[in-house]
C-alpha cells in the first residue's frame, strides 16, 4: 500500500490507526449521485411551489428561486452533519468525512467543508481535484481547511454479533479489569490487532498493549504475556462477561 491510498491518524487512546483513502473515483461517483438526488429534489420542489404558491409576483419568484435551489446550498452539510459523515452518494460508495486526528467531525468542520464547497461550485472545482490527486490524503480544499478527508467505511463485527458468536465453554476470564472498559476501547484493541495481522506492525500492537496493561495498573514495560497474546484475551474477557450480562 502506498502513502497515496492511505492515511495514519492517532486515536484519543494514543494508537495510531490506518484509514484507507477513498479514490479519486468513488468521490466522483459520489459526487454523481448526490447531484442526481439534488436534481431531483430541486424538480420536486419547483413543481410543489409553482402549485401550492406560484410565480405570479416578483418576490414570489424570487422566493422561489431561492427555495428551489435550496437542496444546492445544503444537502451535504446537513446530511453529513445528521448522517454520520455520509451522504447518499457517499453511503452508496461506502466512504465517509473522517478528521485528521481519528476522532468524529465538529460542527465546525462540516461548516468550513460547506462554506469552502459554495466557493468551488463558483468555478474552482478543477482546482479542488488536482488537489484531491496531489496532496496524498485525499483531501479537496474544503478538507485541507476543515482539517477533514474522505476514508474508505470498513464493515465491523458489531460486539453483538461477537458476544453471539461466543462459544467457548468453561472459558475463564483472566482480566477481571476489563469491566471497565467501555466498546469503544475494545473496537480500538481489535483495530490494532487487525492492523498488526495486515501490516505486521509491532509499533502499534506494542502501544495499544501498554495503554491497557497501564490502565489495568500493571507494568507497561512486562513482557510475561507477549502483547498481542494479552490483547486478544482482553478481547475476549470482555466478550465473555458481556455475554454473562
Same mark, same amino acid.
Given at each position: 500500500?502506498? #502513502?497515496?491510498?492511505?492515511?495514519? $491518524?492517532?486515536?484519543?487512546?494514543? $494508537?495510531?490507526?490506518?484509514? +484507507?483513502?477513498?479514490?479519486?473515483?468513488?468521490?466522483?461517483?459520489?459526487?454523481?449521485?448526490?447531484? =442526481?438526488?439534488?436534481? &431531483?429534489?430541486?424538480?420536486? =420542489?419547483? =413543481? #410543489?411551489?409553482?402549485?401550492? *404558491? &406560484?410565480?405570479?409576483?416578483?418576490?414570489?419568484?424570487?422566493?422561489?428561486?431561492?427555495?428551489?435551489?435550496?437542496?444546492?446550498?445544503?444537502?451535504?452539510?446537513?446530511?453529513?452533519?445528521?448522517?454520520?459523515?455520509? @451522504?447518499?452518494?457517499?453511503?452508496?460508495?461506502?466512504?465517509?468525512?473522517?478528521?485528521?486526528?481519528?476522532?468524529?467531525?465538529?460542527?465546525?468542520?462540516?461548516?468550513?467543508?460547506?462554506?469552502?464547497?459554495?466557493?468551488?461550485?463558483?468555478? $474552482?472545482?478543477?482546482?479542488?481535484?488536482?488537489?484531491?490527486?496531489?496532496?496524498?490524503? &485525499?483531501?479537496?480544499?474544503?478538507?485541507?481547511?476543515?482539517?477533514?478527508?474522505? #476514508?474508505?467505511?470498513?464493515?465491523?463485527?458489531?460486539?453483538?454479533?461477537?458476544?453471539?458468536?461466543? +462459544?467457548?465453554?468453561?472459558?475463564?476470564?483472566?482480566?477481571?479489569? $476489563?469491566?471497565?472498559? @467501555?466498546?469503544?476501547?475494545?473496537?480500538?484493541?481489535?483495530?490494532?490487532?487487525?492492523?498488526? +495481522?495486515?501490516?505486521?506492525?509491532?509499533?502499534?500492537?506494542?502501544?495499544?498493549?501498554?495503554?491497557?496493561?497501564?490502565?489495568?495498573?500493571?507494568?507497561?514495560? @512486562?513482557?510475561?504475556?507477549?502483547?498481542?497474546?494479552?490483547?486478544?484475551? *482482553?478481547?475476549?474477557?470482555?466478550?465473555?462477561?458481556?455475554?454473562?450480562?
Amino acid at each position: 500500500m502506498s #502513502a497515496f491510498d492511505h492515511i495514519e $491518524v492517532q486515536t484519543t487512546q494514543n $494508537v495510531k490507526l490506518l484509514y +484507507e483513502v477513498s479514490a479519486v473515483g468513488d468521490r466522483l461517483l459520489a459526487y454523481l449521485i448526490d447531484y =442526481i438526488v439534488m436534481a &431531483g429534489m430541486c424538480f420536486i =420542489i419547483w =413543481i #410543489a411551489y409553482d402549485n401550492l *404558491v &406560484g410565480f405570479g409576483t416578483e418576490m414570489k419568484t424570487i422566493t422561489g428561486i431561492l427555495t428551489i435551489i435550496s437542496p444546492l446550498l445544503f444537502y451535504h452539510p446537513l446530511l453529513e452533519i445528521f448522517n454520520n459523515g455520509q @451522504s447518499i452518494g457517499k453511503k452508496i460508495m461506502k466512504i465517509k468525512v473522517i478528521r485528521l486526528d481519528g476522532t468524529e467531525p465538529t460542527l465546525g468542520n462540516y461548516i468550513i467543508r460547506w462554506l469552502t464547497r459554495i466557493l468551488e461550485m463558483q468555478g $474552482v472545482f478543477g482546482l479542488s481535484l488536482i488537489v484531491i490527486l496531489i496532496n496524498g490524503k &485525499g483531501q479537496r480544499l474544503g478538507d485541507i481547511a476543515a482539517g477533514t478527508t474522505v #476514508a474508505k467505511v470498513k464493515k465491523r463485527v458489531s460486539l453483538q454479533d461477537t458476544i453471539l458468536a461466543f +462459544e467457548q465453554k468453561g472459558y475463564e476470564p483472566q482480566y477481571p479489569q $476489563v469491566k471497565n472498559l @467501555s466498546s469503544k476501547d475494545i473496537e480500538v484493541i481489535k483495530e490494532a490487532i487487525l492492523y498488526h +495481522e495486515k501490516y505486521s506492525n509491532y509499533q502499534v500492537i506494542n502501544a495499544c498493549g501498554m495503554k491497557v496493561k497501564a490502565l489495568f495498573g500493571m507494568d507497561p514495560n @512486562s513482557t510475561a504475556v507477549p502483547n498481542e497474546q494479552f490483547l486478544r484475551t *482482553v478481547v475476549n474477557d470482555f466478550t465473555y462477561y458481556k455475554s454473562e450480562e
